[in-house]
């Protein structure tokens, strides 16, 4: 069963545009959300993770969001690029292992 | 460094043959893992190791076994090789994924591209 539940499955975003993934987890002993982010034909790769006592963090033109009490996070990507066309990926840690989110396309138009 | 190799990048196998995948990582991190990439599915853990022959079942084991004898390497062997095998795998490693309040990213390899007909 998918822990970490991803939405939307794909998305289309003009350039300089935001774009926003939701996800959503019920277990409570998740202990840290990381994003990740893949491009085709690679591996996953770490764009930005957060801790659930911090309800926002930002990296350059990224930021988790994250509501505790919704046991929900979301990533915006700010000023959306068309090298940020990728799959992004959120996950939730427990007991040195990660669930992941079923992904999300992000196509961004130039 | 290297970070996280594995061989083959892609393979065709027969129903019911067999193969070893293998995943070799040079940080010297204890943690290491094997996850199937399906379309729309994320990444489903396989099996993971906590050390050189330490090893448990992820989510989905059925029809994998793996060995870690070694820090380095972590191969995982697919017996009777069937259609619903077909999938991406992929390697990762880390060290402990929490430490000190701060998440330590689990590095992964570039992926194996299964197809089993």
């Known amino acids: 069963q998918q822990q970490v539940k991803q939405s939307p499955q794909s998305l289309i975003v003009q350039k300089g545009g935001i774009s926003i993934i939701n996800c959503a987890y019920e277990?409570?002993?998740?202990?840290?959300f990381p994003w990740y982010q893949q491009f085709p034909g690679k591996g996953p790769a770490l764009l930005i993770a957060?801790?659930?006592?911090?309800s926002e963090k930002k990296e350059g033109r990224f930021t988790i969001s994250f509501n505790k009490s919704a046991k929900q996070f979301s990533l915006h990507i700010m000023d959306s690029q068309p090298g940020d066309s990728a799959t992004y990926f959120c996950?939730?840690?427990?007991?040195?292992?990660?669930?992941f989110g079923a992904g999300t396309t992000v196509t961004v138009r130039a | 460094n290297a970070g996280v190799t594995q061989t083959p990048k892609f393979r065709i196998l027969k129903i019911g043959q067999s193969m070893t995948l293998q995943c070799t990582q040079d940080?010297?991190?204890?943690?290491m893992y094997w996850y199937r990439q399906d379309p729309g599915m994320g990444l489903k853990l396989i099996y993971y190791?906590?050390?050189?022959?330490?090893?448990d079942k992820g989510e989905v084991p059925n029809g994998y076994n793996v060995s870690r004898s070694t820090t380095e390497d972590f191969p995982l062997r697919l017996e009777l090789a069937a259609p619903s095998q077909t999938s991406v795998y992929f390697c990762?490693?880390?060290?402990?994924?929490?430490?000190?309040?701060?998440?330590?990213?689990?590095?992964f390899g570039p992926g194996t591209r299964l197809t089993v007909l």
């Open positions: 990762a490693s880390s060290p402990e994924l929490g430490t000190g309040g701060f998440y330590n990213e689990q590095f």
């Open positions: 277990n409570t002993a998740f202990d840290y």
């Open positions: 957060i801790r659930p006592d911090v």
């Open positions: 996950a939730a840690t427990w007991d040195n292992k990660l669930s």
């Open positions: 940080m010297n991190h204890n943690y």
């Open positions: 190791s906590v050390g050189a022959g330490i090893t």
